[in-house]
C-alpha cells in the first residue's frame, strides 16, 4: 500500500483528514501576534484571499466582511466600466487576450489584466 507521509504520521489511502482550521489561523509559529486585529500584516505579503492559500481556510486570520468587501469592489469596477472606456495596450484586439488561468479552489487569471481607460464623454 502507497502511504502519504504527512508531519511523521503515515497516511492510507482514501483515508478522511481533518484540518483544524482554527488552529491554522491562531498558530503562532505563521503569525506573528496571532489574536491581534492586524489587517496590515498582509500588506508584504503573497497571501490570496481567493483560495489559493491554505493559510486562509478558516480560524482568525479570514475577513468575515469578505462577501461585503468583494460586492463593494465589483460596484466600484462597475462604475469604472460605465464611466470609462477600455482597451487592450498598443491597439491589440480582443481575440489576443492572454486567458490563461491558474489552477486552485477557484479559477483565476493566470497573468494581470492590462487594459487602457479612455474617459467616456457620452457616458
Ligand atoms: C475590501 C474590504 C475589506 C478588506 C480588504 C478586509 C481585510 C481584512 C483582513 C486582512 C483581515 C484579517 C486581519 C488580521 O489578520 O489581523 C480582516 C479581518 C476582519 N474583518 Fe475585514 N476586510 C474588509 C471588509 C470588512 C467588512 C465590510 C467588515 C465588516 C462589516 C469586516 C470585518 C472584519 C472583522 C470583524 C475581522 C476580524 C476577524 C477575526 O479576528 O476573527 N471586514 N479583514
Redesign the pocket.
Known sequence: MTYVNLMGYDIEPETMVLINAWAV?WDPAY?SE?E???????LDSSVD?RGFDFQLMG????????G???S??EHIVANLMHKFDWALPDGAKGEELDMMERPGFSIARKNPLIVVATQCYIC
Open positions: 489561523g503569525w496571532p491581534k486585529f492586524m489587517p496590515e500584516r498582509f484571499f480560524g482568525r486570520r479570514v475577513c468575515p466582511g469578505l461585503f468587501g468583494v463593494s469592489i
